[in-house]
Nanobody, 120 residues
Framework: VRLVESGGTLVQAGGSLRLSCAASGRSFSRYAMGWFRQAPGKEREFVAAITSSGFGLLTADSVKGRFTISKDTAKNTVHLPMNSLKPEDTAVYYC??????????????WGQGTQVTVSS
């Protein structure tokens, strides 16, 4: 299984980005997919997740109302549109695939990450 994130870049505070994660090697229709992030000097934290059905969504309080995870099952891709970005959203964002949930131990496969930098 290979997960490849894209879409990370430098953006000004208040701006928007859309991260994408393409999965290959296995259909992800039976698995949940999630996004985590890790800022410099901090532990990796949960951002959002979507269940295998696509109907169940989990979102961290810190991004609720600004980030909304979605999936395109036909393309084995999950997206994370991010709006009203803040400097504290600066981090490496990781895509993950597995059973799901808020915790990283719920995910078996991980991408290599994409850097999001929000300037003030």
């Amino acid at each position: 299984v290979r997960l490849v994130e894209s879409g990370g870049t430098l953006v000004q505070a208040g701006g928007s980005l859309r991260l994408s994660c393409a999965a290959s090697g296995r259909s992800f229709s039976r698995y949940a997919m999630g996004w985590f992030r890790q800022a410099p000097g901090k532990e990796r934290e949960f951002v959002a997740a979507i269940t295998s059905s696509g109907f169940g969504l989990l979102t961290a309080d810190s991004v609720k109302g600004r980030f909304t995870i979605s999936k395109d099952t036909a393309k084995n891709t999950v997206h994370l549109p991010m709006n009203s970005l803040k400097p504290e959203d600066t981090a490496v964002y990781y895509c993950a695939l597995g059973k799901g949930g808020h915790y990283d131990f719920g995910y078996t496969y991980w991408g290599q990450g994409t850097q999001v930098t929000v300037s003030s």
